[in-house]
Nanobody
Framework: VQLQACGGGLVRAGDSLRLSCVAS????????VGWFRQAPGKEREFVGA???????DYADSMKGRFTISGDSVKNTVYLQMNGLKSEDTAVYYC????????????WGQGTLVTVSS
C-alpha cells in the first residue's frame, strides 16, 4: 500500500483546509485509513480514521472541527479541517492498516500544515 497525502500549506487562524490521501497498491476494502499528526516538538497523535465501508472515529480532541470522509471509487480519504488554530500546525500523515491489526503499518510521507495566528 502506498499513501500519498497532499493539500497542506500555510493558512491563517480560522481558515479551513482539506487534505487528501490517495492510496495505491490495493483497495481500501475493510482497511482502516486515517490521519495522524505531529506538531513541532510533540509526539505523534491520532486524528481520526475511516473504517471501510464507512464507520468513522475521531480522537476526542479532534471532534467538532475535523471531518473525515472517503471515496472508495477514487481510493481517496479526506480530512476537512475548519476553524484552524495555531496549535493545529503539524505534519499530517495519512495512515492505513488492515483489519487484522490495530497498528497502523502503512504511512504516507506527510504534508505540512502551518497555521499563522
Amino acid at each position: 500500500v502506498q499513501l500519498q497525502a497532499c493539500g497542506g500549506g500555510l493558512v491563517r487562524a480560522g481558515d479551513s483546509l482539506r487534505l487528501s490521501c490517495v492510496a495505491s497498491g490495493r483497495t481500501f476494502s475493510r482497511f482502516a485509513v486515517g490521519w495522524f499528526r505531529q506538531a513541532p516538538g510533540k509526539e505523534r497523535e491520532f486524528v481520526g480514521a475511516i473504517y471501510w465501508p464507512g464507520d468513522i472515529d475521531y480522537a476526542d480532541s479532534m471532534k467538532g472541527r475535523f471531518t473525515i470522509s472517503g471515496d472508495s471509487v477514487k481510493n481517496t480519504v479526506y480530512l476537512q479541517m475548519n476553524g484552524l488554530k495555531s496549535e493545529d500546525t503539524a505534519v499530517y500523515y495519512c495512515v492505513s492498516r488492515p483489519p487484522t491489526t490495530t497498528t497502523y503499518i502503512y504511512w504516507g510521507q506527510g504534508t505540512l500544515v502551518t497555521v499563522s495566528s
